[in-house]
């Protein structure tokens, strides 16, 4: 499945790239990441975790920055493993940032597979929950930025 969309924040690129690059942020705008663990500036480890349809999962979930042009784009590969259940979560996320009148634009494009049980739910359900979570994402980025003023 593939997922893009755009985001505008009232935050000079330099900043919003700052925080996006920084994990401990990034994933406080994402809606059940738990146990972060930051390996080096690449490389990162967290546990997330999901109810997705009537299913509750977590994951063991690993990234790794492919590319990171300062402060214009990031390329991320995230791999994941449902903890109780057999399957696996491949995901490629690109993120682009521009300078937008007072602000920043994120364009971003994800595209992610499931396997096993989870995969087996349907595209329906997992698009809506996964649209769930981007506008949450989006909502939580957004509140960020202006409850700093940036």
Not at 105 to 117: A, R
Not at 136 to 145: I, S, V
């Amino acid at each position: 499945m593939e997922f893009k969309g755009e985001i505008t924040v009232a935050a000079p690129r330099d900043q919003v790239y700052a925080k996006i690059r920084d994990a401990k942020f990034f994933v406080s705008c994402i809606e059940g990441v738990r146990d972060l663990e930051v390996i080096d500036d690449r490389h990162y480890t967290a546990v997330m975790e999901s109810k997705v349809a009537y299913i509750k999962v977590s994951f063991n979930v690993s990234v790794e920055v492919l590319r990171d042009d300062a402060p214009s784009l990031i390329e991320a590969k995230i791999d994941g493993r449902p903890i109780k259940l057999a399957g696996r979560l491949v995901a490629k996320s690109l993120t682009r940032l521009e300078d937008w009148d007072s602000g920043t634009k994120i364009s971003y494009e994800t595209e992610f597979s499931l396997t096993g049980k989870l995969g087996s739910l349907g595209r329906p359900v997992l698009t809506a929950k996964a649209r769930e979570m981007e506008k949450m994402f989006a909502e939580r980025l957004a509140a960020a930025f202006s409850e700093v003023g940036a």
